[in-house]
């Protein structure tokens, strides 16, 4: 037994001390690193915010106010009298406005009428129909359309003549209405006089305003100027005579005619040379016919009328001057011994000029000789007076 137990521990002792049978190599697996290719992406756009444009501003819109013109009036394309002129209105024509400037000085309008365009007439001119001028919006003109500014006005002379336009009219290249137009002056505007026809029926002026070229308007639109001492221009404005130049070098003078002072007549302001009384029953126009001459011979007339119109109530005249010879005739209306307020001057050649007048009241239309044009200026000339165009 002992021997047995002996025997297993030597055999055990031999196994653990015997060596351990060589394991058999383990081969190490080295995994290589492969190259890692990242794909690079083109960058991704990423689109800027655009601009959305903000929708334009839209004026406010407002229902169109009529007005009425008072007389003719110019058109223009911005809010000034150096604008453009668009077109002409004629007086009493009706108007879309749709605003005013911030002066209240001009009303933009409809122009043409009936279009989806402006213009810009002045304020003063028109008669708004039921609201005030101040309830206008006020609108904006563009720039662009105003004209290089107007030349300096020129230094006057020691004595200026100077006149102020009664209404809109043309300016034209010569003392006629044959003649082209240079252009519009509107009304109220002061003008320098440089010289006159010989019948006192056109006035030359400087045109345009502020700069030392020449126009001629019609006499009877300007009101009543100085005219002693202007020169005289033929019908075709070629100088005749200057009464301040006359000794200038070159300077054409004004021969004696075989034209012979007017003879006296008699009639004073007190005395008229006629004296007549529209009446229903009668005539309704009548003619007179005379001369005058200046700085000899009879230079003045006296011509008074009573006009058919219920007393005290308005109504119109109509006169007309014809007349010949060298010379020219300013006719004035007085009443009650002074000059008719806003009476218009009359003029040789002018025809049909309208008068208004109270029935029953008697007016005195004066007639006189301009003699400031050299040695004798001479005209016979035939007034009409009508209680009808």
């Not at 006359?246 to 005619?257: C, R």
């Not at 005395?271 to 529209?278: H, I, Q, T």
């Amino acid at each position: 037994m002992r021997t047995s137990i002996a025997l297993i521990l030597f055999i055990t002792l031999l196994t653990a001390c015997a060596p351990s049978p060589a394991s058999e190599p383990t081969a190490a697996i080295t995994t290589s690193t492969l190259p890692f290719f990242t794909a690079t992406l083109p960058p991704t756009f990423t689109p800027r915010p655009t601009l959305t444009p903000a929708p334009p501003t839209i004026a406010p819109t407002f229902a169109p106010v009529s007005g009425i013109t008072g007389t003719q009036v110019n058109v223009r394309s911005a809010p000034s009298s150096n604008a453009n002129a668009l077109g002409l209105l004629p007086a009493s024509t009706t108007i879309q406005v749709i605003g005013r400037d911030s002066n209240g000085q001009w009303l933009m309008v409809i122009y043409p009428p009936n279009s989806s365009t402006t213009g810009w007439v002045a304020a003063s001119f028109i008669t708004l129909e039921g609201r005030e001028l101040s309830s206008l919006p006020v609108m904006q003109a563009s720039a662009p359309d105003l004209p290089p500014p107007t030349p300096p006005e020129p230094s006057p002379s020691p004595n200026p003549y100077f006149a102020t336009i009664k209404t809109t009219i043309n300016v034209r290249s010569g003392p006629a209405s044959t003649f082209d137009s240079l252009g519009m002056i509107d009304a109220g505007k002061v003008v320098i006089l440089n010289g006159r026809n010989q019948t006192n029926a056109w006035y030359r002026i400087y045109y345009p305003i502020g700069t030392q070229e020449i126009g001629w308007v019609a006499a009877a639109y300007v009101d009543a100027p100085n005219l002693q001492g202007l020169p005289y221009y033929d019908n075709q404005g070629n100088l005749v005579y200057s009464p301040g130049e006359s000794s200038a070098p070159g300077q054409p003078t004004l021969t004696p005619t075989s034209f012979s002072p007017a003879a006296g007549d008699g009639d004073s302001e007190q005395s008229p040379a006629v004296r007549l009384e529209f009446s229903p029953s009668g005539a309704e126009s009548f003619s007179y016919s005379s001369d005058l001459s200046a700085p000899t011979g009879d230079d003045a007339d006296w011509v008074a009328f009573i006009p058919y119109i219920p007393t005290s109530e308005a109504g119109y005249v109509y006169l007309r001057l014809d007349c010949q010879g060298n010379g020219g005739i300013t006719a004035s209306l007085r009443k009650d011994g002074l000059p008719l307020p806003n009476s218009p001057q009359l003029v040789c050649g002018q025809y049909g000029l309208a008068v208004k007048v109270l029935g029953g009241q008697e007016y005195l239309l004066v007639l006189r000789a301009d003699g400031s044009g050299g040695p004798l200026r001479y005209v016979s000339y035939t007034l009409k007076v009508s209680l009808k165009p």
